[in-house]
């Protein structure tokens, strides 16, 4: 009776061994600020817009002097470091001692978006010493529109730490997915033309066909009403003629030939006198 029960708990444990695993592989992703239900649609569609970039990651190193040596790292919508479960999204290290702050918190998200632009605020950081009221840190990442490059230009601008309340990290990247969809809309002259190139191609290949295997025509026949398009041809052709021709037509010749009526009459006697006598 032992064995079935101990057979059992193993399963039981290494069924929750395995949930506890799935968890731990499935990466944390942006919760924006407040209840579930009052996330706008715009929102959500601003967080699955920015899904391309989750799988990136984004480091620049600021250094001054000999006082200021700090790496940023950053991640759109994932932790930095999964394994500590902080949810730190944006991280100061300090290259001197070693040091880890968290700017910005994935679970502490806002984000809004203009025409050529997304801006992401990770908010709840870890607070400051003695700037800003010892307020938490939040992190600003604008990025701007670049077609045609994933991301790129991961900066940072300023760290705003001067005033009482509201301080921030202030961050800059490029990428294609703040960029608006571009809609081609065809002008009225392009849909006529498409229509009218449609229309000719159906009248020759329609008109071919029909002549070749209905009608029986062969060579030059084949090509739909073909006799009219020939005897429009020369018609065009006459009226360029016409048209164009550089000499008036009534002109004339420059140079005339000797007519019949500028000989005269001639002599009947003329070789009389040649004759013997």
């Avoid at 968890?23 to 601003?46: F, K, P």
Wanted: hydrophobic fraction near 35%; include cysteine; glycine fraction near 8%.
């Amino acid at each position: 009776m032992s064995s079935p029960c101990h057979t059992s708990a193993l399963l039981l444990v290494f069924m929750a061994l395995a949930v506890a695993g799935a968890e731990q592989s499935e990466e944390r992703s942006c919760d924006v600020i407040g209840d579930e239900s009052s996330e706008s649609q715009m929102e959500r569609a601003l967080l699955k817009k920015l899904e391309p970039l989750s799988h990136m990651r984004f480091n620049v190193t600021v250094e001054k002097g000999k006082t200021e040596n700090y790496v940023y790292q950053f991640r759109v919508c994932r932790e930095v470091n999964s394994t500590s479960h902080d949810y730190g999204g944006l991280v100061q290290t300090d290259r001197q001692n070693g040091k880890t702050t968290v700017i910005g918190r994935i679970n502490e998200t806002q984000v809004f978006n203009g025409s050529d632009w997304i801006m992401l605020i990770y908010k709840g950081g870890d607070s400051y010493g003695t700037h800003c009221s010892g307020e938490k840190r939040r992190a600003v990442i604008m990025i701007s529109c670049k077609r045609g490059v994933t991301a790129s230009s991961f900066s940072i601008i300023s760290e705003e730490r001067e005033k009482e309340q509201e301080c921030f990290y202030l961050f800059e990247m490029d990428s294609s997915v703040a960029c608006p969809v571009e809609n081609s809309h065809l002008s009225v002259g392009s849909i006529l033309l498409i229509t009218f190139a449609s229309l000719i191609a159906v009248y020759i290949i329609g008109g071919f066909l029909y002549q070749r295997l209905v009608v029986g025509a062969k060579g030059m026949e084949q090509f739909p009403h073909f006799a009219f398009w020939q005897d429009l041809g020369n018609l065009v052709a006459d009226g360029c003629d016409f048209v164009c021709r550089s000499k008036p037509r009534n002109a004339p010749a420059a140079y005339r030939g000797v007519g019949d009526d500028q000989l005269g009459e001639e002599s009947e006697e003329r070789d009389d006198h040649l004759l013997p006598m």
